[in-house]
């Protein structure tokens, strides 16, 4: 199983950016996909959830009303739409994949290797 994270990069506060996860292999319909984020010195962070089969998203507090996360079955890739972008979204974003229904980094056996996203003031 490999998770292709892409598209972050430069934006500024206020705009908008796009990152896609394109997984290989078989994603189950029981699969978990997700998005974590982490700065240097800080603990990962969750960032949302989409259970493959449902649709069903999960968001935390931070992001809720801002990003959206959606999956498109067909390409086997996962969107994460981040809007409203502040300068306190700037992390490295990672892509996740796991069973469970969960925010916690422990529960999601596979990640990606992380796309870098900087929010300018």
């Known amino acids: 199983v490999q998770l292709q994270a892409s598209g972050g990069g430069l934006v500024q506060a206020g705009g908008s950016l796009r990152l896609s996860c394109a997984a290989s292999?078989?994603?189950?319909?029981?699969?978990?996909l997700g998005w974590f984020r982490q700065t240097p010195g800080k603990e990962r962070e969750f960032v949302g959830a989409?259970?493959?089969?449902?649709?069903?998203?999960l968001y935390p507090d931070s992001v809720k009303g801002r990003f959206t996360i959606s999956r498109d079955k067909a390409k086997n890739t996962v969107y994460l739409q981040m809007n409203s972008l502040k300068p306190e979204d700037t992390a490295v974003y990672y892509c996740?994949?796991?069973?469970?229904?969960?925010?916690?980094?422990?529960?999601?056996?596979?990640w990606g290797q992380g796309t870098l996203v900087t929010v300018s003031s």
């Open positions: 292999g078989r994603i189950f319909s029981s699969s978990v």
């Open positions: 996740v994949r796991g069973q469970q229904y969960s925010s916690r980094p422990e529960d999601y056996v596979y």
């Open positions: 989409i259970r493959w089969s449902s649709d069903r998203t």
